[in-house]
């Protein structure tokens, strides 16, 4: 069974643009054990003459036809904009 080290840690850490405080990184190294010993567990379970398991139900996916349809009251549907701009929802820029 593999032990995750603190230097483990520190570079998971590290990856994830994370800062760890000292008093931090002994929970975060126990907590990150924990999960990997069930993973052990999980992988090694006995699976042998077991059915095989796709899905728990018959759901299907239900599409319906993409229609283009007029709505009426543009001035109403503004109205739940912060701010608009050239009859439009005008919002903040998300990418650079």
């Avoid at 760890?20 to 999980?42: C, G, P, S, T």
């Avoid at 599409?63 to 912060?82: G, S």
Wanted: hydrophobic share 40%.
């Amino acid at each position: 069974m593999m032990q995750v080290s603190k230097e483990e840690i520190l570079h998971i850490a590290n990856l994830a643009d994370l800062t760890l405080e000292e008093n931090e990184i002994e929970k975060y190294r126990e907590n990150l054990q924990e999960i990997l010993n069930f993973a052990d567990i999980v992988n090694n379970a006995n699976t042998e003459n077991l059915d095989i398991t796709i899905g728990t139900n018959e759901a299907k996916n239900v599409f319906r036809k993409d229609e283009v349809e007029i709505f009426e009251d543009n001035e109403a549907l503004l109205r739940n904009a912060p701010s608009e701009e050239q009859h439009m929802f005008k919002i903040p820029k998300v990418l650079n």
